[in-house]
C-alpha cells in the first residue's frame, strides 16, 4: 500500500491537503460553538440581571427610590414600563395611560437599548410618540451640545417634517460627536436621579 502511493505521490498530497481542511473545518466549527456558546451564556446572564431588576423595582417605596442606586434604579423602573406596556392587549391605550414622568422614562430606555452605539439607530428604530416623550426627556436631564445633536437627528427622522431630510454624512458626524458626550450609563444614572427626585410619580 505504502508502494501504491508512492508511486503516485499526487495521491500523497491530496491526502494532507484533505487532513489540512478537515483540521481547518474542525477548529473553525469548535471557534463558532465557543461563540454561540459565549452568545448564550451572555443573553442568559441578561435575562437574569434583568428578571431580578424588575422583580427588585415592581413595587417602590419612598425608602426604596431614596436607597437604591440611581442606574439600577432607572433599569429597574424602565424594565417594568416595558413589560407592562408589552403585556399590555392594547399597547397605545396602556402608554397613553401613564403620566409624562413615567412616559418619558419609558422613553429613555429605548434610547439606551436602541441608541447605545449610534443614536441614529434609536431613531430608525422607534416612531412617535416614543421618539417625542424620549426628545423631552433629553430635554430635561440634560443641556447643551447633546440636546442639540438629539433634537437635529429628532427633526431628520420625524416624518412630519418637511424641510429635514436624512443625509448619511451628517447623521454619522452627529451620531460620533453625541457618542463622544454621553454614554448609556450615563443616561441611566440621570435616568435614575429623575426618577428619585420625581418619587411620587412613580409609586
Known amino acids: 500500500m505504502i508502494a501504491y502511493f508512492l508511486e503516485r505521490p499526487y495521491l500523497i498530497a491530496i491526502l494532507i491537503a484533505l487532513v489540512i481542511l478537515t483540521l481547518f473545518v ?16 451572555a ?7 434583568e428578571n431580578e431588576l424588575r422583580n427588585e423595582f415592581s413595587i417602590l417605596t419612598e425608602s ?3 436607597n437604591a ?5 432607572f433599569k429597574g423602573v424602565a424594565l417594568n414600563l ?4 408589552s403585556d399590555a392587549s392594547d399597547m397605545d391605550a396602556e402608554f397613553n395611560a401613564l403620566n409624562e414622568e413615567r412616559k418619558m422614562i419609558y422613553a429613555l430606555s429605548f434610547v439606551v437599548e436602541d441608541g447605545s452605539e ?11 410618540p ?16 447633546v440636546c442639540e445633536i438629539f433634537e437635529s437627528e429628532y427633526n431628520s427622522f420625524d416624518p412630519d417634517n418637511e424641510e429635514a431630510s436624512v443625509i448619511p454624512e451628517e447623521i454619522a458626524k452627529l451620531d ?3 457618542s463622544s458626550l454621553i454614554n448609556a450609563d450615563e443616561i441611566c444614572t440621570a435616568g435614575g436621579k429623575f426618577i428619585s427626585e420625581n418619587g411620587e410619580k412613580f409609586m
Open 26 to 41: 474542525c477548529v473553525k466549527a469548535g471557534q463558532a460553538s465557543a461563540r454561540r456558546g459565549r452568545a448564550n451564556e
Open 43 to 49: 443573553i442568559i446572564k441578561k435575562l437574569k440581571e
Open 64 to 66: 426604596k427610590i431614596k
Open 69 to 73: 442606586d440611581s442606574a439600577r434604579l
Open 82 to 85: 416595558q413589560k407592562k406596556i
Open 118 to 128: 449610534k443614536l441614529s439607530e434609536f431613531f430608525r428604530i422607534n416612531g412617535k
Open 130 to 145: 416614543v421618539t417625542v416623550y424620549a426628545l423631552s426627556a433629553v430635554k430635561k436631564l440634560f443641556d447643551g451640545r
Open 176 to 178: 460620533g460627536e453625541y
